[in-house]
């Protein structure tokens, strides 16, 4: 019994103190996955010349959007423009496709889905259930591209577009990649957490 207990009280402090420490990073992520909208490209396949289009589908519907999330003052701005302009945006990324010869259809919708912690160039962000605007080329079995279209990092590439939208507290947490480790951790939590629904 006295040897159980001897085992039983380090994984006991252990959990603690991990919990202890994520706690701040899993808020903190929960609360920025709310103030953040994505977009999510999915390529037909891995072949290049199918990456290549994707990428030719992003800068054609980035190209698009430049202006139109202008006067969002939060996701559920960015969320409800995205779902007025969905068939335009979708016709933008199919003339792309057909432009360059390919018979793929493309589909666009929005939706709210489970992201890993992704690194950026000079930010990351937290795993999480973010809203985003997703766009599948074709099959959709292909490596996928994001980006954050509000605040409107994707076209800016700067993450000055995060003030005013994020906490000085949140705003810490994406910058560089200090907290990649602790993020991970997160990760499973999210992760898990999402499955329950």
Same mark, same amino acid.
């Given at each position: 019994?006295?040897?159980?207990?001897?085992?039983?009280?380090?994984?006991?402090?252990?959990?603690?103190?991990?919990?202890?420490?994520?706690?701040?990073?899993?808020?903190?992520?929960?609360?920025?996955?709310?103030?953040?909208?994505?977009?999510?490209?999915?390529?037909?396949?891995?072949?290049?010349?199918?990456?290549?289009?994707?990428?030719?589908?992003?800068?054609?519907?980035?190209?698009?959007?430049?202006?139109?999330?202008?006067?969002?003052?939060?996701?559920?701005?960015? !969320?409800?423009?995205?779902? %007025?302009? @969905?068939?335009?945006?979708?016709?933008?990324?199919? *003339?792309?496709?057909?432009?360059?010869? &390919?018979?793929?259809?493309?589909?666009?919708?929005?939706?709210?889905?489970?992201?890993?912690?992704?690194?950026?160039?000079?930010?990351?962000?937290?795993?999480?259930?973010?809203?985003?605007?997703?766009?599948?080329?074709?099959?959709?079995?292909?490596?996928?591209?994001?980006?954050?279209?509000?605040?409107?990092?994707?076209?800016?590439?700067?993450?000055?577009?995060?003030?005013?939208? !994020?906490?000085?507290?949140? %705003?810490? @947490?994406?910058?560089?990649?200090?907290?990649?480790? *602790?993020?991970?951790?997160?990760?499973? &939590?999210?992760?898990?957490?999402?499955?329950?629904?």
């Amino acid at each position: 019994m006295l040897k159980k207990l001897y085992l039983f009280v380090p994984i006991f402090l252990i959990s603690l103190i991990l919990i202890a420490s994520l706690t701040p990073i899993v808020s903190a992520g929960e609360s920025i996955s709310k103030k953040v909208f994505r977009l999510h490209i999915i390529a037909n396949s891995n072949e290049k010349y199918d990456q290549d289009l994707k990428l030719k589908v992003k800068d054609s519907v980035l190209e698009y959007t430049k202006d139109l999330y202008n006067g969002c003052k939060n996701v559920n701005d960015a !969320l409800e423009i995205s779902k %007025r302009n @969905l068939s335009s945006i979708e016709e933008a990324a199919q *003339k792309t496709v057909s432009f360059y010869g &390919y018979g793929y259809d493309t589909i666009v919708y929005t939706s709210k889905e489970f992201f890993n912690t992704r690194k950026y160039d000079s930010f990351t962000l937290p795993a999480g259930e973010y809203y985003c605007l997703k766009i599948i080329i074709g099959e959709g079995k292909g490596k996928n591209w994001w980006c954050v279209l509000f605040p409107s990092v994707c076209i800016s590439g700067c993450t000055d577009d995060f003030d005013g939208v !994020l906490t000085e507290e949140e %705003r810490k @947490l994406t910058e560089g990649h200090k907290y990649v480790v *602790k993020f991970k951790a997160a990760e499973l &939590y999210e992760y898990l957490k999402s499955k329950r629904r």
